[in-house]
């Protein structure tokens, strides 16, 4: 009897948890089926398809898995998704490294030149990037840019380099502005992370005798486990959002040294080539990367909750 | 499970009911754009009984930089004519050649696409006319049109025909491409001696030992072969098809020819040539740029519109930015006598369903381009008239006291085919640029040409 | 104090060095935009790149002004008076911005609340697929969310770019992270003190969870300004261009007048950095405080 009566409880108890869920969830998934998830499945679905622009109807006839096996002997996708996965490879760890050691170099600094190295390494963020894009591109000119102007000036370099124009350079170029727009809120995060660590710990390892670096690893390094595991979330989904900087500088050229899955989808898309238009294939390739991206924020979950 | 699926559902009639809303109420801050109705495809489905034509009251104008037809204030005064004469109000976008193309497909595929677009074949006929987004503008030519278009150049029109008959575009204007010369460098290196100033042509041998002396003269770059994209590559296939005489398409318009052997040659001399540089971080216009700044001693990316007004800086007619002279040459080739790209740029109709508007579309075109506002509009491209008269206003001779233009004149005789319709265009330029960043980065020059050639066959093969 | 060894002095003087360096370095970009912006022609096609304007110029800007034009605002039909495109762009992009950051703060709240505290069915399912669809870039639902904004007739409108921006799930996993920690007994007290649900979501989880707000304010409010690929495929017409947009078109037709670029990208930049500097403190403070939960 008092069972059946506790069972009852939690289930209206239960009831009100859900209604109130939900009716808090609602705003948010209103936005979030609609313009996410409801578009994900409709790219899945087109996926299978050979629907292209030039049909009305939002899919074509049903073709099966054609495009994915299409993808797999497409040698541009292929080199688009190694181009993807250096560019996340690579400046997500140089992001974190990087603001690592300047917010270890100034946060100790007085105030106000604290402030001031945090402003300027923040700076390109609030820059906007398409405005980074635009004046990086003129520095980075072939004839008349200054980083060729400086390097050849001062004897470092013979003749300048293409730097946009020369597929060993370019993806390397597009990288480098992406990194300078992304340490900016790792070095705030961990500027403060560091002001936080318990001073008790560090004082009491300092008096057994630890050096510095066992001080750093030991036990900021351990205290500043979340702050780091944010970052590189975020640095994360910075890094797939560099469309812009391939859009702007190079269009995936030269000899797509710099074509990205996300910029080939674009293309694929809406360029004016043979196949633009082909949304069943470009969905596909959407799809693929989504698999990908699944699986590396699934990966970094399991880390973190491994921590 | 059950109370899952249902709040989900739920979830999902209120993003359609909030959406909606958020729509009509957004509606009327966004001028009729998105009140057309949605696009029809005229040959899949049976269209909707068209609205009756009670005449239009706004038409909408994409226009790619044309000469002066990117500018607004030179636009707007053509446009503010047209309204005063037929009540018809055009609301005119902009659209630049690096991402105007993507522009136009997206909004093909939302159904927002503009009632006219401003441009030549080569995306009107070639690309959206054949995949069925265009009206058919042959009823607006009548045999006197034809006789008056075809005075001028029989290709025109050609080139403005679909393969099924259909007229994709109303010629506006038309020029030949050609390329330009620093003559104050070219003098400066001993070069100009190559240069025949009265013809403008000059040999294939002319250009190579000029373009030794620049080097010898400056030891860096002088002239780029440019392919970060499309952007002026009429100016790429230009050099490479008339140093040695070799051709881009068949002369059916059936198939690309480009692996032949003499553009391969082409090739392989440009790229032994010290002083040009295969160069995939410009496209046309900043090469342009380039050659305007000084930095380039030659471009192959020029028309009369660029030597009235280079880089279209309004620094002055035939001059660089610090004041060098500018000549324009034809392109060099063995006997000096070559096969210029010709240009051809008019309006077409996107076919957005609604008879009204494509009336009033027509209406505009008809304005601009046969009736005495011809002239103005002819002027604001900086070209040639493709016809000889536009309802009895003499188009012959308004370029009449302009020097430059009378000058160029000399180069129009070396009008080449317009090839630029045959079928795979959009795959074939592509393959083009692709082909010549392989050959720059140093790829086999045969094997990237065959390849690209390939590609580009493979797409006219539909 | 302590006595620092010579060795970790040294280590100091270097990285202070390389620091000062790198600084530079992060600073030359947004010199070169603000002295580009006020060169004169002469100086912008210089062969050999000028460090400093010879003379500053404003003609630049003149060209950015009068090369196009738009209406200022239009609400409901209503069109302002026609002033530079350049203004109406940077109204447009600070109401997308607002827009979205208002929208985010307020949807993720109240999700964030409801995933970390709320027990309801299908809680875990919603979550995964949340932090699954994180990182997701937008070109993956590129082709139907363009579909369907032309089929909500949103299209070319700055809705179509602030809808989806409401709907990228991290605001919500941020707000869920910052949720966790209100402390289950005072949601219990004022349960039972018979507050509505409503009214404990206002007077106790908000306040609570303000800080994490103020950082999804400002990582949504810079993320909206930075955007550019949305609003590429989502805003055709001119006068619906957002700075970044009309920017990007810019260099399109021009890649040559850098000054007239280099003006454009000032435009841009200078009044976001101007706020960023003026609220540096609450930047960070912001930053930081949704992150120590992270």
Request: net charge negative.
């Amino acid at each position: 009897m008092a069972k059946q009566t506790q069972s009852k409880m939690s289930r209206a108890l239960q009831r009100r948890e859900n209604i109130a869920g939900y009716v808090f969830m609602l705003p948010s998934l209103v936005f979030f089926l609609g313009f996410v998830i409801i578009p994900m499945f409709i790219c899945i679905i087109t996926s299978l398809t050979n629907t292209n622009m030039h049909d009305p109807g939002l899919f074509g006839g049903f073709i099966g898995l054609k495009n994915f096996a299409d993808l797999a002997n497409d040698k541009v996708f292929l080199k688009g998704l190694v181009n993807t996965f250096v560019i996340v490879l690579v400046s997500v760890p140089a992001v974190c490294a990087f603001s690592l050691w300047v917010s270890s170099a100034i946060y100790k600094l007085k105030g106000p030149i604290l402030s001031a190295f945090r402003c300027i390494f923040y700076l390109p963020v609030v820059t906007g990037s398409v405005a980074v894009t635009v004046v990086w591109k003129w520095m980075y000119d072939n004839y008349t840019g200054i980083l060729n102007s400086a390097l050849t000036s001062t004897g470092i370099l013979e003749k300048g380099i293409n730097w946009l124009g020369d597929p060993k350079t370019a993806l390397w170029c597009i990288i480098v502005i992406l990194f300078t727009t992304s340490v900016g809120q790792p070095i705030v995060l961990y500027v403060s992370a560091l002001g936080n660590v318990d001073q008790t710990l560090v004082e009491a390892a300092q008096v057994d005798g630890a050096t510095d670096l066992q001080v750093f690893w030991k036990i900021k390094w351990a205290q500043m486990m979340p702050t780091t595991l944010y970052i590189l979330v975020i640095t994360t989904i910075n890094s797939f959002q560099c469309f812009a900087l391939i859009q702007l500088l190079t269009q995936g050229g030269p000899n797509h040294a710099t074509d990205t899955v996300m910029y080939y989808i674009y293309y694929t898309a809406f360029k004016l080539t043979e196949q633009a238009g082909h949304f069943g294939y470009a969905n596909a390739m959407g799809v693929v990367l989504a698999i990908f991206i699944g699986a590396l924020s699934a990966l970094q979950f399991k880390l973190a909750k491994e921590k | 499970m059950k109370k899952k699926l249902l709040a989900l559902l739920l979830a999902m009639t209120m993003v359609m009911a909030l959406v909606a809303c958020g729509g009509n109420g957004n509606q009327k801050g966004n001028n009729n754009q998105n009140t057309e109705p949605p696009k029809q495809e005229d040959n899949t489905q049976t269209p909707e009984p068209a609205p009756a034509p009670t005449g239009a009251s706004e038409i909408t104008l994409w226009t790619y930089p044309i000469g002066k037809w990117g500018d607004e204030a030179t636009v707007k005064a053509l446009t503010d004519a047209f309204t005063a004469e037929t009540g018809i109000a055009v609301k005119v976008d902009y659209l630049a050649y690096a991402d105007g193309d993507d522009k136009v497909n997206t909004a093909l595929t939302a159904g927002g696409a503009p009632d006219l677009i401003m441009e030549g074949p080569e995306r009107l006929v070639a690309n959206w006319g054949a995949n069925g987004h265009m009206v058919d503008l042959s009823d607006m030519f009548d045999d006197t049109d034809m006789a008056e278009i075809n005075a001028v150049n029989e290709g025109v029109m050609k080139s403005c025909t679909h393969t099924n008959g259909a007229i994709y575009e109303y010629p506006l204007v038309m020029t030949a491409h050609c390329m330009a010369v620093n003559l104050n460098a070219f003098k400066e290196a001993g070069a100009d001696q190559y240069l025949d100033l009265d013809t403008h042509t000059w040999t294939t041998d002319d250009f190579i030992k000029a373009v030794e002396a620049l080097y010898a003269k400056y030891g860096q770059t002088v002239g780029a072969v440019f392919c970060a994209g499309q952007g002026g590559d009429q100016g790429t296939r230009a050099l490479v098809n008339n140093l040695y005489g070799g051709t881009f398409t068949n002369a059916e318009h059936t198939a690309y020819t480009w692996d032949d052997p003499l553009n391969v040659k082409a090739l392989e001399q440009l790229k032994a040539m010290d002083g040009i540089e295969f160069d995939a971080s410009l496209a046309g216009g900043d090469e342009i740029a380039k050659f305007y700044q000084g930095a380039l001693k030659m471009a192959f990316c020029w028309n009369i519109a660029q030597q009235m007004d280079p880089n279209g800086a309004g620094t002055g007619a035939e001059k660089t930015v610090t004041g060098d002279d500018i000549a324009f040459m034809s392109f060099p080739s063995e006997d000096g006598s070559s096969k210029l790209q010709g240009g051809t740029w008019g309006f077409g109709i996107f076919d957005n369903g609604d008879e009204a508007r494509i009336e009033a579309a027509k209406q505009f075109i008809k304005f601009m381009c046969d009736s005495e506002h011809t002239v103005d509009a002819v002027k604001a491209a900086s070209y040639f008239a493709v016809r000889t008269t536009a309802e009895g206003t003499d188009l012959s001779n308004i370029w009449a006291d302009e020097p430059i233009m009378a000058e160029y004149t000399k180069l129009m005789p070396y009008l080449g085919d317009y090839y630029q319709v045959t079928t795979g265009w959009a795959a074939a330029r592509t393959a083009w640029w692709n082909m010549l960043q392989a050959v720059g980065t140093g790829d086999d020059v045969a094997a990237a040409v065959a390849a690209g050639a390939a590609e580009a066959n493979a797409a006219a093969a539909g | 104090m302590k006595i620092e060894n010579p060795r970790s002095r040294a280590y100091k003087i270097v990285s202070m060095i390389i620091l000062v360096i790198l600084a530079i370095l992060f600073l030359f970009p947004l010199y070169w935009i603000i002295t580009g912006a006020f060169k004169p022609a002469a100086d912008i096609y210089a062969q050999e790149p000028v460090l400093w304007p010879t003379e500053w110029v404003s003609k630049n800007f003149e060209n950015l002004f009068n090369k196009r034009t738009a209406p200022l605002f239009s609400i409901f039909g209503i069109e302002g008076p026609t002033a530079p495109a350049a203004f109406r762009w940077l109204i447009n992009t600070v109401f997308m911005s607002v827009a979205s950051m208002l929208l985010t703060c307020l949807t993720a709240a109240m999700a964030g609340y409801a995933l970390a505290k709320k027990r309801f069915v299908g809680r875990a399912i919603l979550f995964s697929l949340i932090v699954c669809a994180m990182a997701l870039p937008k070109q993956v639902i590129l082709i139907p969310l363009l579909k369907e904004m032309a089929a909500l007739k949103l299209y070319d409108s700055l809705w179509a770019v602030i809808f989806p921006t409401v709907g990228w799930p991290f605001g919500v996993f941020l707000m869920k992270q910052f949720s966790e920690s209100i402390p289950g007994e005072i949601l219990e007290a004022t349960r039972i003190d018979g507050a509505s649900e409503a009214k404990t979501f206002v007077t106790v989880v908000l306040p609570m969870v303000k800080p994490g707000i103020g950082a999804l304010a400002i990582f949504t409010f810079i993320n909206c300004w930075n955007d550019y690929f949305m609003q590429l495929v989502m805003l055709p017409s001119g006068q619906n261009f957002t700075m970044p947009l009309g920017i990007a078109t810019l260099q399109a037709e021009t890649s040559v007048d850098m000054g007239l670029l280099m003006a454009g990208a000032a435009l841009a930049a200078l009044p976001i950095i101007a706020v960023f500097l003026l609220f540096q403190k609450y930047f960070t403070q912001g930053i930081t405080m949704g992150a120590v939960k992270g």
